[in-house]
């Protein structure tokens, strides 16, 4: 099998190990962030994503992060005050070491009033009477913003959001590609395959990519809701070795990255499918992995 071509999973992966499942204290997190960035995968991994609320317990070593310094996304969950994301970029201006990269909050209809400047800005779409509405809000406020606004859809279970199955999930992806609203994914997405796991169902990422792809190629709602239920390995696996760079392009202007609280958990699974090339096995440092 041939791998899939690198610019398919450049950053796409972002670093969401202090959130649920993987609650990791926010210093560790931060260790295990610089890790990644120094492994032979460090290409597929994003920022890491912090809460605004903990940007004052942002202690970092500057000094172990070499030349480059932290970039980090801030997460307003919805419901949260908006103010908190503004009062975050206050406090880092005095942190020359840390760099915010994006920002991410729930949509709500007062978004365009956020004094962002030019910070990308992602804003998780609500389910309900809202959801087109926030599809489209957000597609003509991207229009005006003159800056990255895009959407952002959770794939995984909360004790307060239920898990959002092929159906619901294709129909956001379809609603996407047809207005051209780019979008990240946030929750669940472990796994290369669509299976249960520990008794729950969860999308796979193979199979997200390919529905994106047929998305964003005029594909029918059908066919992008079959692909997410696809469970064969292997064509998946090849049908994205054979995507050319046009398709991934295409495919990586709309599904710009997704969240995810341990990183080596996809990309060891994406290795075992030779979808990618390392001469390494994927592992953290022994002092990192508790």
């Given at each position: 099998?041939?791998?899939?071509?690198?610019?398919?999973?450049?950053?796409?992966?972002?670093?969401?190990?202090?959130?649920?499942?993987?609650?990791?204290?926010?210093?560790?997190?931060?260790?295990?962030?610089?890790?990644?960035?120094?492994?032979?995968?460090?290409?597929?991994?994003?920022?890491?994503?912090?809460?605004?609320?903990?940007?004052?317990?942002?202690?970092?070593?500057?000094?172990?992060?070499?030349?480059?310094?932290?970039?980090?996304?801030?997460?307003?969950?919805?419901?949260?005050?908006?103010?908190?994301?503004?009062?975050?970029?206050?406090?880092?201006?005095?942190?020359?070491?840390?760099?915010?990269?994006?920002?991410?909050?729930?949509?709500?209809?007062?978004?365009?009033?956020?004094?962002?400047?030019?910070?990308?800005?992602?804003?998780?779409?609500?389910?309900?009477?809202?959801?087109?509405?926030?599809?489209?809000?957000?597609?003509?406020?991207?229009?005006?913003?003159?800056?990255?606004?895009?959407?952002?859809?959770?794939?995984?279970?909360?004790?307060?959001?239920?898990?959002?199955?092929?159906?619901?999930?294709?129909?956001?992806?379809?609603?996407?590609?047809?207005?051209?609203?780019p979008f990240k994914l946030t929750g669940g997405l472990h796994h290369a395959v669509r299976a249960e796991h520990?008794?729950?169902?969860?999308?796979?990422?193979?199979?997200?990519?390919?529905?994106?792809?047929?998305?964003?190629?005029?594909?029918?709602?059908?066919?992008?809701?079959?692909?997410?239920?696809?469970?064969?390995?292997?064509?998946?696996?090849?049908?994205?070795?054979s995507l050319d760079d046009a398709d991934v392009s295409r495919l990586r202007s709309l599904f710009t990255a997704?969240?995810?609280?341990?990183?080596?958990?996809?990309?060891?699974?994406?290795?075992?499918?030779?979808?990618?090339?390392?001469?390494?096995?994927?592992?953290?440092?022994?002092?990192?992995?508790?």
């Amino acid at each position: 099998m041939s791998t899939a071509p690198t610019a398919l999973f450049a950053a796409l992966i972002d670093d969401a190990a202090v959130f649920p499942p993987g609650n990791a204290p926010l210093e560790v997190a931060v260790q295990r962030h610089i890790a990644h960035h120094q492994a032979a995968y460090a290409g597929l991994i994003g920022p890491l994503l912090i809460p605004a609320s903990d940007v004052g317990k942002l202690a970092t070593d500057v000094d172990s992060l070499a030349d480059r310094p932290l970039e980090i996304g801030l997460i307003a969950r919805p419901g949260v005050d908006p103010s908190v994301v503004l009062d975050a970029l206050k406090q880092l201006e005095s942190e020359p070491g840390v760099n915010a990269v994006g920002a991410e909050l729930g949509w709500f209809p007062g978004w365009r009033d956020l004094a962002v400047g030019s910070l990308p800005l992602t804003l998780e779409v609500p389910r309900g009477a809202d959801h087109r509405r926030a599809l489209d809000d957000i597609r003509a406020g991207g229009d005006e913003a003159g800056h990255m606004v895009q959407a952002k859809f959770r794939t995984g279970a909360t004790p307060t959001w239920e898990w959002s199955d092929e159906a619901e999930l294709a129909a956001f992806i379809h609603d996407c590609a047809r207005l051209g609203v780019p979008f990240k994914l946030t929750g669940g997405l472990h796994h290369a395959v669509r299976a249960e796991h520990d008794g729950a169902p969860q999308h796979g990422l193979l199979n997200v990519l390919l529905a994106v792809h047929s998305a964003a190629h005029d594909g029918a709602l059908v066919a992008v809701e079959a692909l997410l239920a696809q469970r064969d390995s292997h064509l998946l696996a090849n049908a994205l070795a054979s995507l050319d760079d046009a398709d991934v392009s295409r495919l990586r202007s709309l599904f710009t990255a997704y969240g995810c609280c341990e990183v080596t958990d996809p990309i060891g699974e994406l290795e075992a499918l030779d979808l990618l090339d390392f001469d390494d096995d994927i592992d953290l440092p022994q002092e990192l992995s508790s």
